[in-house]
Every structure is written in structure tokens, then in C-alpha cells.
């Protein structure tokens, strides 16, 4: 899978060699990394590889999810099984009264080309670094024929055997960027999914990945015991409820329908009520997050109303994200995910604007972004955002229109509580000027184009 340089946050992997037909990207000291515990591969900086036992615990305390423990413990699994040959191979040597001879070590310069030629080294030194140094200044020793360990196999044992699917019965609508890879990990981790979507072609790849069809939002929400929901607005969340077939006409006693979209509060109090006027229990649980992060099941959830909803869903927030929190009553989940993103796009937007002044002022948009990704700001989102301004690539991770949509949302629950929100409010002026030249449905960083006509 081709990734962007810099996109994942620190995670235990090993360096492998890339396919045949997948190119180095030009310019860059890099190695291509297969993760522990994902199916993910990526183009990672030779200055964002780090040697795992010196840096192992400062990676736990940053990733607390149970999907990087489950990494770090596939990561323990292989080195064991690494040392116990390496054990087996020195006694072997030992009882035939022969002097072990070490295997031939091949040195890898950080910037050498040819990677094809490697048998899959492990980046993760079973021992601490010799020296301090920056990474990229060390070289790579790699043993040259290394025993081969099916990581792939590691992999899955550490993700499906962590998680134990409700026998529950789930129902999910909408197929968009966020639901799609949230049904694909349900489905990955043994869930029994029943979907819809308005356009029903998009629920074909799913049926064929074990999915069950429901011709209506109210016959998905009869068949199952947990119905998510996952749309783009208020409009769309309250016509999926209350509409002609909606969710409300499927509802009975017992019946738990969760809302997964970003909506305001007055939005979510309204379904919350109308949902437990008919015996339905009633759970919100927005979404932080991109596509990206949905696909590789790494979301945060931030869920509010009933707990016991909330609790009846865990199997499938493991499935779907690398943490939840349950913020009490109905309405304080939607009011947090609003502050959230309405601090995200503000950044976003105010990202774009340094890169347009750097380049207005005759300075290099790549310097700057170097400069920046070496300070306190430095981060994925703007290592990977900025990345993909650069490169013109303004393919949809989060659209454009839905975090101008959250900042209005934000603002407006602002104005109701007489709290003023400047910034906010100069930011959706920008993705505003964006919708205009008709960027609605790239990604939110083509907030850019705001600035450059």
C-alpha cells in the first residue's frame, strides 16, 4: 500500500522490501515499513525510524490503545521466537565442539537505493542503540541471511484474537468515507453486519465481504439489535430517523439505535427523544478521525447518552477505533466533537495561509514545511496535509464541505452560549471562499485554493 512520507503516528514496524513496482518517492532518505499489528505498509523517513527498545516506553504512554498493545506484544512474540533460533543455532555449534561463527553482516547506508535485495531486516533492534545519534546518521547492520517469520500471520493473532464479537445483531447506514471503513473492520472482526446506503450500489464490495442487505433504514433497524448511523448533517441524520421508512418506523422495545454522525446537540436531543418515546435506547458516538484513520480501525469515539448502550457496543468500538469515552448525557459528545473539529479546520485553514504567504514572500513552501515539521507543532495530520498540498493531491480524507459544515455548527453552538468564537468564524469565511471555487468534495487542505485565486 503507497502512503504518504510521515503519515503514522509512532508505531513498532520492520523495514521491508517494497514491491517491485512501487517506486521510491524522489528525493527522500526513506525505507518502506511494514507495521506490526495492520495489514499497513508505508514510505517512512529514515529521521522518523527510531530503534524500538529505547524508545518502546515512551511509545506505550503515547499510544494507550489496545491495538498498539496488541502490536507491541506481536513485536515481543517475534524477537522471543528471533533469540530462541539464535540460541538453537549457537547450541547446535556448541555440541559438534565447533566455535560458532557469527553470519556475515551486510551494512545499508540510510540512503541506499536498492532495497530489493533484503530479507525483510527487522528496523526494531532487539538490543538498546549503541549511540544516541540521529538515526539518520547510523547505519542500518542486517544480518544477511536471516530466518524467515510470517509477520503476516503475527498480524492477524494479534488483531482478531484480541477481540470477541458481540452476538448481537448490528445494523449500519451509510456507506461514506468514515462508514465504509468503519463496516469493514465490524465485518474483519466477526461482527454480523446488516447495511444500507441511499446509493445501494456502495453496498456490494460489503455484501460480498459477508455483509447482509436491509432494503430500508426501518428494516435494518427491525432485523438488529444495534443500528449505527454514520451521514453527512443534521438534515440527513433527522430524515434517516424520521423519514418515509426511517429508522423510527423499524424501532421497538429494546431496540438500540446509535448516532455516529457529526450533528449539532438540539439535533441529537431531538432523535434521542422521539427514539426512547418508542421503547428504543438511544446512544450518540461521533466520530474524531479521517478516512484513513476509519480504514485502519484507529478512531476515536466520543459516545454520550445511555450507558448501558455504550457498554453493549464495546466489541465494536475495538473494532472501529484505538479509544472511546463516554461523556455522560446525550448532546456532550456532539458539543466536544464540534469543539474538535472546529480547532482542526481553524489550523488547517491557518496552515494554508502560512504556506501561500511563504510563497508569496519568496520563500520555499518545502523549507518552511521542514522547518515546521522539526518544531512543537509537528505532527502527522501537518506533515501529511502539508505533503499533499505540495503534490497537488487533494483526494478526500475528510471533505471539505462537512468541516465547513462543523464549523458553522461550532459557531452557532457558540452563539448560543454567548461565547465568541473569532477564530471559527474567520476560518469558515476561508472554507466558504473554497466552496465557492467549487472544492466541496476534496479533501479539507484544498482549503488552500482559498488563497491562491
Request: glycine residues 8%; aromatic residues 6%; charged residues 25%.
Amino acid at each position: 500500500v503507497e502512503r504518504k512520507l510521515g503519515r503514522y503516528p509512532p508505531w513498532p514496524g520492520k523495514i521491508v522490501s517494497p514491491p517491485k513496482d512501487l517506486k521510491k518517492p524522489r528525493g527522500k532518505k526513506c525505507h518502506f515499513v511494514k507495521f506490526f499489528g495492520t495489514e499497513d505498509h508505508a514510505w517512512i523517513k529514515v529521521e522518523q525510524l527510531k530503534p524500538y527498545h529505547p524508545h518502546k516506553e515512551e511509545m506505550i504512554k503515547i499510544n494507550k490503545g489496545k491495538r498498539f498493545q496488541q502490536a507491541v506484544d506481536a513485536v515481543e512474540d517475534f524477537l522471543k521466537k528471533a533469540k530462541g533460533k539464535e540460541q538453537n543455532s549457537e547450541g547446535k555449534g556448541e555440541s559438534k565442539g565447533k566455535k560458532t561463527v557469527q553470519k556475515p553482516l551486510k551494512i545499508l547506508e540510510e540512503d541506499d537505493e536498492d532495497l530489493s535485495a533484503l530479507k525483510d531486516p527487522v528496523v526494531l533492534s532487539p538490543q538498546p542503540a549503541s549511540s544516541m545519534e540521529p538515526i539518520s546518521k547510523r547505519l542500518k547492520i542486517i544480518e544477511e541471511d536471516s530466518g524467515s517469520t510470517s509477520i503476516q500471520a503475527a498480524d492477524s493473532t494479534a488483531i482478531n484474537g484480541s477481540i470477541t464479537p458481540t452476538d448481537k445483531r448490528i445494523g449500519f447506514l451509510g456507506l461514506g468515507l468514515m462508514g465504509s471503513g468503519i463496516v469493514s473492520n465490524l465485518l474483519k472482526m466477526g461482527h454480523v453486519v446488516t447495511v444500507w446506503n441511499r446509493t445501494a450500489e456502495k453496498c456490494d464490495l460489503f455484501i460480498q465481504e459477508g455483509a447482509r442487505l436491509g432494503r430500508t433504514p426501518a428494516e435494518v433497524a427491525s432485523m438488529c439489535d444495534i443500528t449505527f448511523s454514520c451521514v453527512s448533517d443534521p438534515k440527513a441524520a433527522r430524515d434517516l430517523v424520521l423519514g418515509p421508512s426511517g429508522v423510527l418506523q423499524g424501532i421497538r422495545p429494546g431496540k438500540c439505535y446509535v448516532e455516529m454522525s457529526t450533528v449539532d446537540p438540539e439535533t441529537i436531543t431531538e432523535l434521542s427523544q422521539v427514539i426512547t418515546s418508542r421503547g428504543g435506547r438511544f446512544l450518540e458516538a461521533p466520530v474524531a478521525g479521517s478516512q484513513q484513520l476509519s480504514n485502519d480501525g484507529m478512531l476515536v469515539i466520543l459516545a454520550a447518552g445511555d450507558r448501558t448502550v455504550y457498554e453493549d457496543c464495546s466489541s465494536c468500538f475495538q473494532a472501529m477505533g484505538k479509544t472511546s469515552f463516554f461523556l455522560g448525557e446525550a448532546g456532550n459528545a456532539a458539543r466536544m466533537m464540534l469543539i474538535l473539529n472546529m480547532v482542526q479546520g481553524s489550523f488547517m485553514a491557518t496552515i494554508a495561509e502560512g504556506l501561500t504567504l511563504a510563497q508569496a514572500t519568496g520563500q520555499s513552501q518545502q523549507t518552511f514545511l521542514d522547518i515546521l515539521c522539526q518544531g512543537q507543532m509537528a505532527s502527522t495530520f501537518v506533515d501529511q496535509k502539508c505533503q499533499n498540498i505540495l503534490q497537488g493531491n487533494f483526494k478526500p480524507d475528510y471533505y471539505l464541505k462537512h468541516i465547513q459544515k462543523d464549523l458553522r455548527l461550532a459557531i452557532s453552538m457558540g452563539d448560543s452560549a454567548n461565547h465568541p468564537t473569532p477564530m471559527a468564524a474567520a476560518a469558515n469565511e476561508v472554507y466558504k471562499r473554497a466552496k465557492a471555487l467549487d472544492q466541496s468534495d476534496n479533501d479539507m487542505s484544498a482549503v488552500y485554493r482559498a488563497y491562491i485565486h
